[in-house]
């Protein structure tokens, strides 16, 4: 997303919602198969392949003490790497998704960190760290979808893994198009 000179998104502010995130992209070219994989399941969708650190959530407060809060807290973590596994379905919500062969304490040591003070929230579901293939998949199609991600994913050949290296803070807007806010360096 394109930034103006401040730094702050060209989305006006009446058109963001007061939901955040924060987020680890997927680099390319595995960032960029898992974007088509996506599009090919769900067509109407707006991929940009990651792994949420922070789900997404309302912040009370003022959200660029909550982006410095991240900033701080990025600092002290070092760059790891994540594996991407076997395709899944999460139970209720029907969301497709890949497991985390690699990295998943990492995450879950990073969300416990970042899900703290104006960050925190009571999420809705246990976290479960992960990248989502599809998601608001009609009940009866969702075994199809698994099928059809499982098998584009296994006749993928490029690497399954990434370095996670930085994170960003992200913003959901009225036409549900998520804004980069802020990038962090892990470790830096």
Not at 20 to 47: E, H, K, T
Not at 73 to 81: G, N, Q, V
Not at 84 to 101: A, Q
Not at 161 to 184: H, K, M, P
């Amino acid at each position: 997303m394109g930034f103006e000179v401040n730094g702050v998104p060209r989305i006006p502010p009446e058109q963001r919602l007061n939901v955040f995130a924060l987020v680890i992209y997927v680099p390319d070219p595995l960032g960029r198969f898992l974007d088509d994989l996506r599009l090919q399941l769900v067509p109407d969708c707006n991929p940009h392949a990651h792994v949420s650190v922070l789900p997404p959530r309302p912040i009370a407060g003022d959200w660029m003490k909550a982006r410095d809060r991240v900033r701080s807290l990025t600092a002290d973590w070092t760059p790891f790497e994540i594996t991407l596994g076997n395709v899944g379905i999460f139970p209720i919500t029907n969301v497709v998704y890949l497991e985390l062969n690699g990295g998943a304490p990492e995450m879950h040591r990073l969300h416990a960190t970042m899900n703290t003070g104006l960050l925190e929230f009571d999420e809705p579901f246990t976290y479960h760290p992960h990248l989502t293939l599809a998601q608001e998949v009609q009940p009866g199609e969702v075994g199809e979808v698994r099928r059809r991600a499982q098998q584009m994913w296994e006749a993928f050949e490029g690497p399954r893994s990434f370095r996670a290296e930085r994170a960003t803070f992200v913003q959901n807007t009225l036409g549900n198009c998520w804004i980069d806010l802020a990038e962090y360096l892990l470790g830096q």
